[in-house]
Each structure stands twice: as structure tokens, then as C-alpha cells.
């Protein structure tokens, strides 16, 4: 059975901070790992690492993918209060559709 | 774009009753998937679409049925409510068989 475990399970930061979420997960026939921010609604895309592309960022926002380790982290630096959120991490292996299994989820609090 | 459409936001149902969660996208995705959240736990799948006519069971399917007869409509059907069956629910859709999910705003379903 495919796993995902997340850590911490929440976190709280002062306004500015750099925080790293982390990610393991056991998977057969692994495909790609892909992290979610999930405020008060539907989850939203971040990022999507696979085996040709273990390392991404966007503005703020960076995650490495550890394939021999099977762990990724996605790192936030000088937060801000809009990062308050829940971050979940999920694991896609091969296969006819884009099932993903999902970790329980990292909850953010930014303070100012 | 409206993107991923589900409804209705919110219900409550009496155990024994029946209901439907519609969930539409005008993305023109043929992956289409439901996902169940509880509190503390990760998303688990229920059942995915690859295409117009196709549906398969996932991660938790028993209690629910789904049926897949345009590209646009994915319906979840509760066939006899239980309070096991008290979560959110999301729909979401997807444009190939690995990558980004869209997610719809969720359906928070209470069964008492």
C-alpha cells in the first residue's frame, strides 16, 4: 500500500521566517510527487517533481525531491500571513489515471 | 472559466437517505475523480473516470456509485447515508493520466 507521511503535523512562524515542510513516502512504481496548498477550500497546485525534474521553484517557493531517500521538502522563505495555510504532500505511481495518494498534511500559521 | 463546479456545498442527511453530489467541468478533462477529506486524515480516493463511459473503483468505494456519461459530468451517488459517510467531498478533474489536479470547491455532507 502506498504511504505518505508529512511532519510536522503544524507549525507556527512569525511573519518573515523560512520554514521546511518535509515528505516521505513509500510508493510502487513511483511516477511524481506533487504538493498541494489548501486554504479554506479546494486544494490548489504548487508543484509536481518526478524523476526528470527534482527540483522546483516558484517566487517564494522551492521543493527538492530525494528519490534515493524518498523524501521531498518544500521550503517557504520570508513568509507572510497569506502562507497560512495546510500543505499536503501526495505521491502519483504509474499506472491509467493520476491517482494520487495523499500525506495528512503540514497546517501552517504565519503570525505577524 | 468556471474550472471544476460541484454542488451542493453543503448537506445534511438522515441516516438511510439517498443523495447525489453533481460535480461539472468545462476544462474538457477526461480524468475525473472523487476524493473524500476527514479531519486529520489525507484525501482518499473513491472512484475516477478516465473517459466518457469508464469508471473504477479506488481507495475507499464502498457505499458510493458513480456514473460517467458526458466528459463534462462525474455524479456521486450515497446510496444508503451512514454517519461513516460524514466529510468533504471534492471532485476533481485532470488534463492527462499524471500531472495537476483541479480541484472543485468542495461538499461538506453531514449524515446524523
Known amino acids: 500500500e502506498d504511504k505518505v507521511v508529512q511532519s510536522p503535523l503544524s507549525l507556527v512562524v512569525h511573519e518573515g521566517d523560512t520554514v521546511t515542510l518535509n515528505c516521505s513516502y513509500e510508493?510502487?512504481?513511483?511516477?511524481?510527487l506533487l504538493w498541494y496548498k489548501q486554504e479554506k477550500k479546494a486544494p490548489t497546485f504548487l508543484f509536481m517533481l518526478?524523476?526528470?525534474?527534482i527540483e522546483k521553484k516558484s517566487g517564494r517557493l522551492s521543493s527538492i525531491l530525494d528519490k534515493k531517500e524518498l523524501f521531498s521538502i518544500l521550503n517557504i522563505t520570508a513568509t507572510q500571513t497569506g502562507d497560512s495555510a495546510i500543505y499536503l504532500c501526495?505521491?502519483?505511481?504509474?499506472?491509467?489515471?493520476?491517482?494520487?495518494?495523499f500525506g495528512t498534511g503540514t497546517r501552517l500559521q504565519v503570525t505577524l | 472559466n468556471a474550472g471544476v463546479t460541484q454542488t451542493p456545498k453543503f448537506r445534511i442527511l438522515k441516516i438511510g437517505q439517498s443523495m447525489t453530489l453533481q460535480c461539472t467541468q468545462d476544462?474538457?478533462?477526461?480524468?475525473m475523480y472523487w476524493y473524500r477529506q476527514d479531519p486529520g486524515m489525507g484525501l482518499k480516493l473513491i472512484y475516477y473516470s478516465v473517459g466518457a463511459g469508464i469508471t473504477d473503483k479506488g481507495e475507499v468505494p464502498n457505499g458510493y456509485n458513480v456514473s460517467r456519461s458526458t466528459t463534462e459530468d462525474f455524479p456521486l451517488r450515497l446510496e444508503l447515508a451512514a454517519p461513516s459517510q460524514t466529510s468533504v467531498y471534492f471532485c476533481a478533474s485532470s488534463r492527462g493520466q499524471s500531472g495537476e489536479l483541479f480541484f472543485g470547491e468542495g461538499s461538506r455532507l453531514t449524515v446524523l
Open positions: 518526478t524523476s526528470s525534474g
Open positions: 476544462m474538457n478533462h477526461n480524468y
Open positions: 501526495a505521491v502519483e505511481a504509474t499506472g491509467t489515471a493520476s491517482k494520487l495518494t
Open positions: 510508493v510502487t512504481n513511483f511516477r511524481s
